[in-house]
């Protein structure tokens, strides 16, 4: 399996029963990065490794996802995206940082979305990828356009069906994804693209030991991964639209990296993003989805950007 060089392995308890593993290195003030679905820590190996020459990077698994412990969600809330933001702010401070810089991916990227809203005083500088807040993503879906997000629904369903579907061909669950999503399939555009996804994938962007790698994280974390998606049909909404109607927004640096999926689906992901972040930098990118993988110069040249301002 590949590994990051140079880097510490450390399990840290960040709430009751629940501890996180993440790998850590480099020396300066400290970069978070978070990954998205269906990935690990693994995902930052290329932009972690460049940004430890000058930085304290810290790569967590999240809750319910890789090396991290996966609570059973019993009311609901285990896997509210602030629930897995107060893991992550826990996370830093017993690693000695108040205060930090955040990136997050995908589903790390709706943690970070929510650690920047519910813990302004502790995030400096915020990065999103490839992304759209949880309450803003349920409206642009719609029509046809929405099978792109199918798994969006999926996991959507109360508990018992999605687990079971999922966990009867969980490789060939999780694989379509690594597959679909990267730099050939988002060429076309195209969310409703026939293409077939087995033809897509990129080896030297997710080359074999970590597709594997993903693959079994993803098979053994079931449960937890479809708790973290129906989370976001349910109380994730409602923790979004509050803090939309008081007003609260990202008033640190922020800067969010997509494809242009607004296009294909019809909205302005960047007045998307700016109704949350006044001050933000977005752009679109060419690689696909996976862009730390696919692209990790376009991505560390935007971090450091940030970290700039």
């Not at 308890?13 to 993440?22: K, N």
């Not at 709706?110 to 990828?129: K, N, Q, T, W």
């Not at 998606?229 to 109607?245: C, F, L, N, T």
């Not at 609260?248 to 999926?261: A, G």
Request: hydrophobic share 45%.
């Amino acid at each position: 399996m590949t590994t990051f060089t140079g880097f510490d392995r450390v399990t840290v308890p960040v709430a009751d029963g629940v501890s996180l593993h993440a790998v850590v290195g480099g020396s300066g003030s400290p970069v978070v990065l978070l990954h998205g679905f269906p990935q690990t820590h693994l995902m930052w190996r290329h932009v972690a490794a460049d940004l430890a020459a000058d930085h304290t990077v810290i790569c967590p698994d999240l809750r319910g996802y890789g090396a991290s412990d996966k609570p059973e969600d019993r009311d609901g809330t285990a896997y509210a995206k602030s629930t897995m933001a107060a893991d992550i702010v826990a996370l830093a401070r017993e690693l000695g940082h108040d205060r930090f810089a955040l990136a997050g991916h995908d589903r790390g990227a709706l943690v970070a979305f929510r650690a920047g809203l519910d813990h302004p005083e502790a995030i400096s500088h915020l990065a999103i990828l490839d992304v759209v807040p949880t309450l803003d993503m349920w409206g642009v879906l719609h029509g046809v356009n929405a099978a792109v997000a199918f798994h969006l629904y999926l996991m959507a369903q109360p508990p018992g069906l999605p687990e079971r579907m999922i966990g009867a061909a969980p490789d060939d669950f999780f694989a379509y994804f690594l597959d679909a999503w990267t730099n050939d399939a988002a060429s076309t555009n195209d969310p409703a693209s026939t293409n077939d996804p087995a033809s897509m994938n990129d080896p030297a962007s997710i080359p074999p030991e970590v597709r594997a790698e993903y693959l079994r994280a993803s098979r053994e974390a079931v449960p937890s991964i479809v708790a973290d998606y129906r989370a976001s049909a349910r109380i994730d909404i409602a923790e979004d639209q509050a803090s939309r109607d008081t007003g609260t927004e990202l008033r640190m640096p922020v800067t969010v990296l997509q494809q242009d999926w607004g296009a294909a689906l019809g909205y302005d992901a960047a007045a998307v993003w700016r109704a949350w972040a006044p001050g933000l930098t977005h752009d679109t990118v060419t690689s696909g989805h996976f862009m730390a993988e696919e692209d990790p110069a376009t991505v560390v040249k935007a971090l450091r950007t940030l970290l700039a301002r």
